[in-house]
C-alpha cells in the first residue's frame, strides 16, 4: 500500500462523521373531541421516523403540506417534546438532556423559519435582535461579532439601526441567519426558509446559505416542498408521507430513480428537463392526502396508490434497502415499472 493508498483507506474507514441521528422519533399532539365527554384523539404527526445526517451534509426532507417536517424539524431541537424515540447530536443524547443541559447546547442547533417577520421581534432594532443571544450566553464583543456577523450575510452597519418592519423580507432573513449563526452552530434546522420571499430573492438567500455552509462546515436539515429547490441544495433526501418516511437516498437515488409510488407521483408535479427521467416519473397525482387524525391502514399511501393490493390495506411494509443508501418503504418496491 503506497501512502496515497495508506491516506485514502484511512479517510474511507472513518467514515464521515454523524452529526445527527434520529431514531423512532415520534410526536403525538393530543387533539380533544366533544364538549360534554371529552375524548382525546393522538394526531401522530411524526410516527417512526429514522435517519441520519452526516458532517457538513444537506439532508432534504420533502412532502405535501401536512406530512410532518417541520414536526420533524422541531422535534429534533426539542422545541416539542417527543413522545418517543431518540436523537443525537454528535453522540449526545438530545433526548436525554435536562433543561439545563439543554440550554447549554442550544447555541450548537439552532432553526430558521418560513416568515422571517414573524420570527423577528419588531420592537428590536436589527443589532439587538442578533445581539441578543450573544448577550444572553455572555460573550464578550458584542458589537464587533454583530458587525461581523451582518457583513457575513451580506448587510451592512446601516442596518442595523432599523426595525424589522422597515427593511425587506430578504433581508429580513438574512437577519434571521445571522442571529442563528451568532453562536457558531454545527446544525441549522431549515424550515422552507426562502417560501415566503419573491422569487427574485430566493437564489440570493439559498446562494448565501450554501456559501455560509461551506465556510462554517454546517450541517442543515432543509426541509421544502420545493423539489426543485431541494435537487439542487441537498445532497440526500428523505420523502415524508402522513407522518412516515417513505424513501430515503441520495438525490441522484431519489430524483432519478424513485422507488416509491408516493415519490414518483409527487416527482410527476414537477417539470422534468431531463427526458430519461420523465419515462421514470409517470405517476399522476391521486387524490388528496387524508387526514392524519385517522390515518389509513397497513401501508398509509395504499388510498392514493396505483399499485395497492390487499396486503397493502392491511399490513404495514418495512424500510427495505434496495442498493446501498437507498431505501424505500413499499410491499411491491422489486415489482414497480
Ligand atoms: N402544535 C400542534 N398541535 C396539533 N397538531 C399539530 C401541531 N403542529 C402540527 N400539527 C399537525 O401535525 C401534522 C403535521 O404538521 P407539520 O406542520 O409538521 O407538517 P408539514 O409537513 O410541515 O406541513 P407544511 O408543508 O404545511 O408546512 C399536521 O396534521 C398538523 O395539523
Ligand atoms: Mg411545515
Redesign the pocket.
Given at each position: 500500500m503506497n501512502i496515497l493508498q495508506g491516506i485514502l483507506w484511512l479517510v474511507t474507514s472513518m467514515g464521515v462523521g454523524t452529526v445527527i441521528r434520529v431514531e423512532h422519533l415520534k410526536?403525538y399532539?393530543?387533539?380533544t373531541h366533544g364538549f360534554i365527554r371529552k375524548k382525546i384523539i393522538w394526531?401522530k404527526?411524526?410516527d417512526d421516523v429514522s435517519f441520519e445526517i452526516k458532517d457538513g451534509e444537506t439532508f432534504g426532507l420533502v412532502?405535501?403540506?401536512?406530512?410532518?417536517?417541520?414536526?420533524?424539524?422541531?422535534t429534533i431541537l426539542r422545541l416539542?417534546e417527543p413522545t418517543g424515540g431518540k436523537v443525537y447530536f454528535n453522540d449526545i443524547e438530545v433526548t436525554a438532556l435536562s433543561k439545563q443541559e439543554l440550554k447549554e447546547l442550544r447555541p450548537k442547533m439552532q432553526i430558521i423559519y418560513?416568515d422571517p417577520y414573524s420570527s423577528l421581534n419588531p420592537r428590536l432594532t436589527i443589532f439587538d435582535i442578533i445581539a441578543e443571544p450573544l448577550r444572553e450566553y455572555g460573550h464578550e464583543n458584542v458589537e464587533d461579532t454583530v458587525l461581523e456577523l451582518l457583513e457575513a450575510v451580506g448587510l451592512s452597519e446601516e442596518h442595523a439601526k432599523k426595525y424589522p418592519d422597515e427593511i425587506s423580507g430578504g433581508q429580513c432573513q438574512r437577519v434571521a441567519i445571522a442571529r442563528a449563526l451568532a453562536l457558531n452552530p454545527e446544525f441549522l434546522v431549515l424550515?422552507?426558509p426562502t417560501s415566503a420571499l419573491d422569487v427574485s430573492v430566493q437564489a440570493q438567500v439559498l446562494n448565501l446559505l450554501g456559501r455560509l455552509q461551506k465556510e462554517r462546515n454546517l450541517t442543515y436539515l432543509f426541509?421544502s416542498?420545493d423539489l426543485g429547490v431541494v435537487r439542487y441544495l441537498a445532497d440526500r433526501v428523505g420523502v415524508?408521507y402522513l407522518?412516515k418516511l417513505v424513501e430515503i437516498g441520495t438525490i441522484e437515488q431519489v430524483f432519478d430513480n424513485p422507488a416509491h409510488p408516493y415519490t414518483r407521483m409527487l416527482l410527476s408535479s414537477i417539470p422534468v428537463p431531463d427526458p430519461k427521467a420523465r419515462a421514470i416519473r409517470k405517476e399522476k397525482v391521486i387524490g388528496e392526502i387524508p387526514?392524519?387524525?385517522h390515518p389509513p391502514s397497513g401501508c398509509r399511501f395504499h388510498t392514493r396508490c396505483p399499485y395497492a393490493r390487499e396486503i397493502c390495506r392491511k399490513e404495514e411494509p418495512a424500510m427495505i434497502e434496495l442498493e446501498k443508501g437507498h431505501f424505500v418503504r413499499c410491499h411491491f418496491v422489486g415489482e414497480l415499472q
Amino acid at each position: 500500500m503506497n501512502i496515497l493508498q495508506g491516506i485514502l483507506w484511512l479517510v474511507t474507514s472513518m467514515g464521515v462523521g454523524t452529526v445527527i441521528r434520529v431514531e423512532h422519533l415520534k410526536k403525538y399532539f393530543p387533539i380533544t373531541h366533544g364538549f360534554i365527554r371529552k375524548k382525546i384523539i393522538w394526531l401522530k404527526a411524526v410516527d417512526d421516523v429514522s435517519f441520519e445526517i452526516k458532517d457538513g451534509e444537506t439532508f432534504g426532507l420533502v412532502g405535501e403540506s401536512g406530512s410532518g417536517k417541520s414536526t420533524t424539524g422541531r422535534t429534533i431541537l426539542r422545541l416539542y417534546e417527543p413522545t418517543g424515540g431518540k436523537v443525537y447530536f454528535n453522540d449526545i443524547e438530545v433526548t436525554a438532556l435536562s433543561k439545563q443541559e439543554l440550554k447549554e447546547l442550544r447555541p450548537k442547533m439552532q432553526i430558521i423559519y418560513q416568515d422571517p417577520y414573524s420570527s423577528l421581534n419588531p420592537r428590536l432594532t436589527i443589532f439587538d435582535i442578533i445581539a441578543e443571544p450573544l448577550r444572553e450566553y455572555g460573550h464578550e464583543n458584542v458589537e464587533d461579532t454583530v458587525l461581523e456577523l451582518l457583513e457575513a450575510v451580506g448587510l451592512s452597519e446601516e442596518h442595523a439601526k432599523k426595525y424589522p418592519d422597515e427593511i425587506s423580507g430578504g433581508q429580513c432573513q438574512r437577519v434571521a441567519i445571522a442571529r442563528a449563526l451568532a453562536l457558531n452552530p454545527e446544525f441549522l434546522v431549515l424550515d422552507e426558509p426562502t417560501s415566503a420571499l419573491d422569487v427574485s430573492v430566493q437564489a440570493q438567500v439559498l446562494n448565501l446559505l450554501g456559501r455560509l455552509q461551506k465556510e462554517r462546515n454546517l450541517t442543515y436539515l432543509f426541509i421544502s416542498h420545493d423539489l426543485g429547490v431541494v435537487r439542487y441544495l441537498a445532497d440526500r433526501v428523505g420523502v415524508m408521507y402522513l407522518g412516515k418516511l417513505v424513501e430515503i437516498g441520495t438525490i441522484e437515488q431519489v430524483f432519478d430513480n424513485p422507488a416509491h409510488p408516493y415519490t414518483r407521483m409527487l416527482l410527476s408535479s414537477i417539470p422534468v428537463p431531463d427526458p430519461k427521467a420523465r419515462a421514470i416519473r409517470k405517476e399522476k397525482v391521486i387524490g388528496e392526502i387524508p387526514s392524519p387524525l385517522h390515518p389509513p391502514s397497513g401501508c398509509r399511501f395504499h388510498t392514493r396508490c396505483p399499485y395497492a393490493r390487499e396486503i397493502c390495506r392491511k399490513e404495514e411494509p418495512a424500510m427495505i434497502e434496495l442498493e446501498k443508501g437507498h431505501f424505500v418503504r413499499c410491499h411491491f418496491v422489486g415489482e414497480l415499472q
